[in-house]
């Protein structure tokens, strides 16, 4: 079917035309010129009529031009040039001929483009619901994926159904839970396996529990003090003498008693009181009797730290230890040679609320770590999927590493120019459909995919609770509760011989 023919001058990467008939933006088209045969894709379309141009200002002008002139319209669209069908979608040397007719892409030629050696179906084409949209697993786990849409897009559905297809492949999935959404799902695909936000201090470094009692980089005095109690503390939970499971009173119980020797420095209490107030935010957060939480982590399940119990500040403790142990364990399993260590060490990991946990414009512990393992990740086997509703307050760095992106529909501008300077990909005319999606719909590119695409992203066939709560029909059934019950207490009054 011949959807028009290309006018005016044409590029390597883009051409435009004129159409008759109405074609749709998103779907795919061929060009055959100088022995090739190029695959592209509508990406804008505008309606004009030369007689109704902007220029005439006559109200009734326009009414007796409409009447007369409707013949005048035309349709104009744009098309990415996607790359040469016979030779692996590399792009041609030569552009396109004017006068070439554009033609839609044969369902022969869509069947091989999304025929991947391990498919992840996402859903089908937005305009073409008999074909189905698969991309390749292994970009996804290797070269990280960021999913990024506003509230209500679909942004909990897609990530869904993205954890249920790769739990086809036994696949270990790590999902940073901030609002408890995922850890009573149930997968077609696989289990969940819920872990808790706990950590063995054992496994922490001092490091890391320093930036926890903010004991500053010249506080050489305190630092001194405080490496002493924390050597002592892990001491006392080894050879099984502690009194207590919170690692934080254990090193003030030690602290306080150094203190009380006579001619103690006076910085001992100073590390106390930061000790004391590290303990109000983190004192859930130890538990000595657990092992390596990486330990817990399950193959072919949903491994899900159920982050909606705690604030933000203790979320970003949880973060940054996890991935550094992994990253760490990762880089140790790939020094010894043995490459099926670096596999069986491999995880793929899912951070809802990325904004928060890697925020644009200021510094924390989790960011540090979510950049290195964006960084480094992929050759040690550790993968990253960045989910977030806000785009723009992402960190630049780590956002830019993400090869591959699931885009859903996003209004704000800051939030589309953000996502664009982050992706290579990611062409203007593209950015401009992204307010025009509808719920569920996204715009697919990256390594995972060998062309972007214009995906109704599937409905997850399992159990979540991410849905917005429905307050109205709440509040509504309350109201028919209580009349209920006054009626109840009202007959069971009658009954007892009392009236009114």
């Known amino acids: 079917m011949v959807v028009g023919i290309c006018i005016g001058e044409t590029s390597l990467t883009e051409v435009t035309f004129i159409s008759d008939e109405m074609p749709k933006v998103g779907e795919y088209v061929t060009m055959e010129y100088d022995g090739k045969k190029v695959l592209g894709m509508i ?23 409409s009447r007369i002139g409707g013949e005048d319209n035309y349709i104009k669209g744009k098309v990415k040039i996607l790359g040469d069908v016979n030779d692996n979608l590399k792009l041609p040397r030569t552009p396109v001929l004017p006068g070439t007719e554009i033609q839609l892409a044969d369902e022969e030629i869509l069947d091989e483009i999304f025929n991947v050696k391990n498919p992840i179906k ?13 991309v390749e697993a292994n970009p996804i786990l290797s ?38 959404e995922y850890k009573d799902a149930e997968f077609p695909n696989g289990a969940v396996n819920v872990i808790r936000p706990k950590i063995n201090p054992h496994y922490m470094n001092f490091y890391e529990i320093k930036k926890l009692v903010n004991i500053g980089g010249n506080s050489f005095i305190q630092e001194r003090h405080f490496r002493k109690a924390f050597k002592r503390a892990k001491r006392d939970i080894t050879d099984g003498v502690a009194q207590t499971n919170n690692f934080l009173q254990i090193m003030y119980d030690i602290l306080e ?53 705690v604030d933000e500040s203790v979320a970003s403790v949880l973060v940054s230890h996890i991935l550094r142990n992994a990253l760490q364990r990762s880089k140790d399993a790939a020094h010894s040679g043995n490459k099926k260590d670096l596999l069986d060490n491999s995880v793929f990991f899912i951070l809802e609320e990325a904004h928060i946990l890697a925020p644009n414009k ?67 005319d593209l950015i401009n459909q992204l307010p025009s999606l509808n719920v569920g ?59 009114y």
Request: net charge negative; proline share 2%.
């Open 257 to 309: 008693k150094d203190s009380l020797v006579e001619g103690s420095d006076k910085q001992i209490i100073d590390v106390m009181n930061k000790i004391d107030d590290a303990m109000d935010r983190y004192s859930k957060l130890f538990d000595k009797d657990i092992g390596n939480i990486l330990s817990n982590i399950k193959k072919g399940h949903a491994n899900v730290l159920d982050l909606s119990q």
């Open 143 to 180: 070269r990280h994926l960021a999913i990024l849409a506003m509230t209500g897009a679909g942004k909990s559905n897609t990530v869904s159904v993205l954890i249920d297809q790769l739990l086809n492949y036994n696949v270990p999935i790590f999902v940073f839970d901030m609002h408890g």
């Open 441 to 499: 719909e996204a715009i697919v590119l990256g390594l995972m995919s060998k062309v972007p695409t214009l995906v109704k992203i599937d409905m997850f066939k399992g159990r979540r609770h991410g849905d917005d709560m429905d307050i109205v029909s709440y509040f509504k059934d309350s109201l028919k509760r209580e009349e209920e019950e006054i009626k109840r207490a009202e007959k069971e009054t009658l009954d007892m011989g009392y009236d």
């Open 43 to 65: 990406e804008n379309l505008i309606r004009g009529n030369d007689s109704l141009n902007v220029d005439i200002n006559d109200f009734k002008a326009i009414q007796k031009i």
């Open 122 to 134: 996402l859903g089908c084409l937005v305009n073409q619901s008999d074909v189905d949209v698969n």
């Open 362 to 428: 200021r510094d924390s512990e989790s960011k540090r770590w979510i950049q290195r393992v964006a960084r480094e990740g992929r050759k040690f086997g550790l993968g990253l999927c960045l989910v977030s509703q806000s785009p723009k307050t992402v960190d630049h760095d780590a956002l830019s590493q993400m090869n591959n992106m699931i885009i859903l529909r996003l209004v704000e501008p800051e939030d589309q120019r953000h996502v664009q300077s982050a992706s290579e990909s990611l062409s203007q």
